[in-house]
Nanobody, 119 residues
Framework: QVQLVESGGGLVQAGGSLRLSCAAS????????MGWYRQAPGKQRELVAA???????NYADSVKGRFTISRDNAKNTVYLQMNSLKPEDTGVYYC?????????????WGQGTQVTVSS
């Protein structure tokens, strides 16, 4: 079982920055993907950015050039640096840990942290 604890959300004006952190209680598997998803009111949860344990990164088109995802494998922690924030970035941001072992997928979510960007 993996517990994910997020921190760093808050209220910021458009153009501002926030840094989210997510610490995993344990890394069940050395090969895994950690990422950030967000959900705006009335919308489906969407991928923001993800990074593999090997360092491969994927970003949503809407955040490319503004957000940077990184991780510290020794600390089982993933970070999301968000710059040039826009009101449309508002939502609850969820940390995700995913690993596949054989035919079994292990998928865990954090409790979510609110990010609000005012115009």
């Amino acid at each position: 079982q993996v517990q994910l604890v997020e921190s760093g959300g808050g209220l910021v004006q458009a153009g501002g920055s926030l840094r989210l952190s997510c610490a995993a209680s344990v890394s069940m598997f050395s090969i895994n993907v950690m990422g950030w998803y967000r959900q705006a009111p009335g919308k489906q949860r969407e991928l923001v950015a993800a990074i593999t344990s090997g360092g491969s990164i994927n970003y949503a088109d809407s955040v490319k050039g503004r957000f940077t995802i990184s991780r510290d494998n020794a600390k089982n922690t993933v970070y999301l640096q968000m710059n040039s924030l826009k009101p449309e970035d508002t939502g609850v941001y969820y940390c995700n840990y995913n690993a596949v072992r054989g035919v079994t997928s292990y998928n865990y979510w954090g409790q979510g942290t609110q990010v609000t960007v005012s115009s």
